[in-house]
């Protein structure tokens, strides 16, 4: 196959009505102090992304023959932090409604209000898992209410059960905040490298349709160096896609949209991108061998 495209997966284009999947890039940098780079992270995922083989050997297929569609990269609107996730918001709900999957690749972790607030829109009843080595749950941060440090907090103001995976960096303000607040689940690195996590943490989850935010500071720098706000001790590459594959594999548990944010790649190729891009791939494949098997 020629893989001379600029797009996801570097594919001949398809046309929206045979896309199941459409990646949105989302190169937004509006709320962090300074220049953390993330706003080159979607067009590094996406270069890196012709570097990989499309057949899926655990599989044992192509999971990309699906359908996915790489749309143009979202302009960044620097007025106000709102008017980007209203504009976020609006593109997102234009494709739930035409019944695809949305991917959304950062860019900083704010974005993430914006993809979640129309999924909710669209789905009833959406909840929100998140993998991320920090709690995000500040009500405000640099005078923002949309600054990536508040993300968490933004969506469980929407109402939904809000599962964190992965903390190692949380305030003692947020901390407070967490007390008697029945909805909101942390799970902090420590307390899960204690043992196999992966089984317990999907099983202790609430049946439901789920939007998961995957901030890539959730693994370990070791892997991804390549982040604006790195923590040690983080997590690996098996570990993580196990958990994922066993967490998009329960029957009462629906995956309805994901986004991968904070890469902040210091050049076009690198090996940190390619693991975000394999990521996204993996991931594809597990939802399309979900789909397969309730022949949805
Ligand atoms: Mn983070």
Known sequence: ?????????????????????????????????????????????IYSSRNFELYDEEHGFEPYEIGVKTNEEIESDFSSPEKMMKKIEKITLYYLKNKKFIIGIGGEHSITV?????HKKYFDDLNYICLDAHSDLREKYNYTKFSHACVNRRIYEEGSNVYILGVRSISKQEVDFLKDRQKIKVYYAYQMKRGKWDEKIVKEIQPG?????????????????????????????????????KLILRKDIEICGFD???????????????????????????????????NY
């Open 1 to 45: 196959m020629d893989k001379s495209y600029f797009n996801f997966l570097s594919i001949p284009p398809i046309s929206l009505k045979k896309a199941r999947f459409i990646v949105l890039p989302i190169g937004y940098e509006g709320t962090v102090t300074g220049d953390s780079g993330t706003k080159f992270g979607p067009l590094s995922i």
């Open 114 to 118: 914006g993809l979640f607030k129309a």
């Open 209 to 245: 349709k789920y939007y998961l935010s995957i901030d890539i500071d959730f693994f370990d720098p070791s892997l991804i160096p390549e982040t604006g706000t790195p923590e040690p001790g983080g997590f690996f590459w098996n570990e993580t896609v196990e958990f994922l594959k």
């Open 260 to 294: 991968l944010v904070e890469l902040a790649p210091t050049k076009i190729f690198t090996s940190s991108s390619l693991i975000c891009a394999k990521l996204i791939y993996k991931i594809i494949g597990y939802l399309v061998l979900k789909w397969k098997s309730m």
